[in-house]
């Protein structure tokens, strides 16, 4: 199952060696709704090797914020920190599995 990624626990989930990708969404956004079961597929695909996370941009603006995101769903991709990929709008498994496999 994928983190629910909070204001509060963002800090520590990113400091893993681990590459991070995170799936900002809503509740009442369609497209997001779609992405989710690929999310909840992958989280169980990759647990030990990859953080797959969701963060509602409704409970967690900060860090909506802190990633410029401005429109939803948008899958962030990080790596040792630092922002190396972006995924905006909907889209199939496998285009967010190409771009976690080039983290690995």
Excluded at 42 to 48: C, I, K, R, T
Excluded at 50 to 67: R, T
Excluded at 70 to 80: E, S, Y
Aim: glycine share 8%; net charge negative.
């Amino acid at each position: 199952m994928a983190l629910a990624i909070t204001n509060e626990n963002y800090a520590e989930i990113v400091k893993t060696d681990l590459p991070v990708v995170i799936d900002f969404w809503a509740e009442w956004c369609g497209p997001c709704r779609m992405i989710t079961p690929i999310i909840e597929e992958l989280a169980g695909e990759y647990e030990g090797k990859a953080v797959i996370g969701k963060c509602d941009v409704e409970g967690a603006d900060e860090i909506a914020m802190k990633f410029g995101v401005r429109n939803i769903p948008t899958i962030v991709f990080i790596k040792n920190g630092e922002v190396v990929d972006k995924q905006v709008g909907a889209c199939q498994k496998k285009d967010i599995v190409a771009k976690l496999e080039k983290l690995m």
